[in-house]
């Protein structure tokens, strides 16, 4: 198993950045990939960046040449850079391990709240 705490959330204006945290633990270099989810109200959890064990990324086009994810494996972290955050990047973030290409782990999120 692998457990996820995420942090860094917090209300910002448009225009603004935020960076996000996930701290993992438990069975961690069972990691195929990691990620970030993002869920506005009303709406379902979609994926935003995805980071692969080899170091490539991949980005929702929502988000591409704002967002910027990243890992260090050693110290079992993960970070979501967001920069020049607009109104519809407000939703609840959440961290995604998947071990074994097969069980997906998240955290309990944490809220990002753009506005004016």
């Known amino acids: 198993q692998v457990q996820l705490v995420e942090s860094g959330g917090g209300s910002v204006q448009p225009g603004g950045s935020l960076t996000l945290s996930c701290a993992s633990s438990?069975?961690?270099?069972?990691?195929?990939?990691m990620g970030w989810y993002r869920q506005a109200p009303g709406k379902r959890r979609e994926l935003v960046a995805r980071?692969?064990?080899?170091?490539?990324?991949h980005y929702d086009d929502s988000v591409l040449g704002r967002f910027a994810v990243s890992r260090d494996k050693v110290k079992n972290m993960m970070w979501l850079t967001m920069n020049n955050l607009t109104l519809e990047d407000t939703g609840v973030y959440y961290c995604?391990?998947?071990?074994?290409?097969?069980?997906?782990?998240w955290g309990q999120g944490t809220q990002v709240t753009v506005s004016l």
């Open positions: 980071i692969y064990g080899s170091g490539g990324t």
């Open positions: 995604n391990a998947m071990l074994f290409d097969r069980y997906d782990y």
């Open positions: 438990g069975k961690t270099d069972m990691i195929n990939y």
